[in-house]
């Protein structure tokens, strides 16, 4: 005797495939699709129950069954094929769609139910600084009245009602914004030598109602709301009022010639530090994140522009231009592979060199850099723990520009570094050993490549980058007295060190040379030269004329 077993899943699955095989089923479904995407909660009533759960209910037999003792025998195999064709039977009429089966239909609801409360996701997302109230029982809105306030009191006093751009600076801190950036706040009102209360108003209402933070308020102003970012020349007329009216910097008026030198230095640096992108261009999160705005802030607070060793330092200035100005040769503010290969005696490995002409760091491939190209790479150079600095020389070595720095690429560099030790005259370090050193610094997650990440992650980045790039500096770090770092000493960067040691050699080598100054000499011998055929001339006159 068999026993048959139903398969309860597959009769459950035929049950579903047979109401949804209805076409009122699906229109209700499709309706309440809608619903749901709408956010409305729709009412599913079952219709016809008693129907509905004899449908679902095994079938009612009109004859008592059989018990197995009264069923007359069979053999195994008939009784077997027997229950296949029932089985068969069974199913092909599941599947098929019967007119007569009842469905969940949407019946219309005589009460009137709440809709669910519906959940609000909070904003999270400022680009333009979170927004701060302006009802006007509001603590902003009245420092904001205040302001203006204090603002119109300022244009009163002017002829016309109109402020003069020098002047504008009182009209900078009535705001609230720091003192220096009044050039940009003046260009963004007016485009004249004056500014009126209603361009002022204009500007200031736009101001408050779309930016919300200083960055943004930053980048509005300088790019006289044109753009989301900042552009090098956006900074120029800002630095150049820096050049006239910071008192630390008023012995440049008599030097106008280093204006120009100046901005850009300044401008290079800003965007050295500030711009984590490789586009030259600054945005919102970029000063956020970074320290310009800060060191605005602190600007008119300190006499000494030396003191603000950010971007505004003048002594830094002067380290970069004259650096510049010897591997210049023809001073046409352009170098070229050879004249940058001269750079601190040769000192820098010159595939590396090679690679900052191949558009590693520029914008394209090119034979000549520019000055602004030669202040990113000293910056780079002298301070290879700055994050941009790390992201620069990582482009340098990675030479296929898939993003790791492998170990052939690391033998490529470390070739040229054993021609300079055997110039130098130093014991050699295999190639095998420098490797394991610069793995060992790194600690990289696969063995067999460096990724950016790994050295960034790194906590001596210069060392790293100076076994494959520069012999000197790697030799000197390993000659270096441990405790040379006194204690209670301000933290210096690798940067600020190297520019007052420069600067201090410059400034002793032209003191040095006031002793020599042979240009002195040669011009009183021209004047006495001048004196002595003066006389001659006079002499020669009067006894013609005797």
Known sequence: MVTVIPDVKVKINELIL???????????????????????????????????????????????????????RVSSSASQKSLRRSAASAAAAARTPSPAHSTLTRQPSTTTTAAAPKEEIPPFYFPFGKPTSSQPESPNASANTSVLEKVKGLFAECPNGCIQKKDFGSVT????????????????????????????TKVWDDLKSRCHDEASQFVRLLSKGERDYLVEGDFKNLI????????????????????????????ARIFYSTSRSWRLQIGRGDLREGSFLKTMAVLEDEPDINQVSDYFSYEHFYVIYCKFWEIDIDHNLEVSLEDMKKHADGTVNPRAIE???????????????TYSDFIRFLLAEEDKAHPTAIEYWFRVMDLDGD????????????????????????????????????????????????TLSDVKKCKQPSQFFNIFLN??????????DPFSNKEGETPMTDWEKYAAREYDDLIADEEYNKGYDYEDDFEEEEEEDKMILGNLAKSAVETYTK
């Not at 963004?188 to 002022?200: G, I, K, P, R």
């Open 471 to 480: 012999i000197q500096k790697f030799l000197d770090h390993e000659m270096r």
């Open 18 to 72: 047979q109401w949804l095989s209805d076409d009122k089923v699906l229109d209700q479904l499709n309706s309440d699709l809608s619903l749901i995407l709408k956010g409305k909660v729709p009412e599913i009533v079952p219709t016809n129950r008693a129907h509905l759960s004899r449908s679902l209910s095994p079938p009612h037999h009109k004859h008592p069954v059989s018990s197995p003792r009264s069923s007359p």
């Open 173 to 200: 801190k009535a705001v609230g914004f720091p003192l220096y950036w009044k050039c940009p706040f003046f260009e963004a009102c007016s485009t004249t030598d004056t500014c009126s209360l209603e361009q002022f």
């Open 240 to 267: 150049q009022d820096v050049i006239d009216t910071h008192p630390g910097m008023t012995f440049l008026d008599d030097a106008p010639e280093f204006h120009a030198r100046y901005i850009e230095t300044v401008t």
């Open 403 to 450: 993003g790791y720095i492998s170990l052939y690429e690391l033998e490529y560099f470390y070739q040229a570094q054993l021609e300079k030790m055997r110039l130098l005259g130093v014991e050699e370090c295999s190639i095998l050993d420098c490797i394991c050193q610069a793995l060992d610094l790194v600690r990289p997650k696969d063995e067999i490549k460096i």
């Open 355 to 369: 690679r900052l002409f191949q558009g590693t760091v520029t914008q394209k491939t090119t034979d000549i850099l």
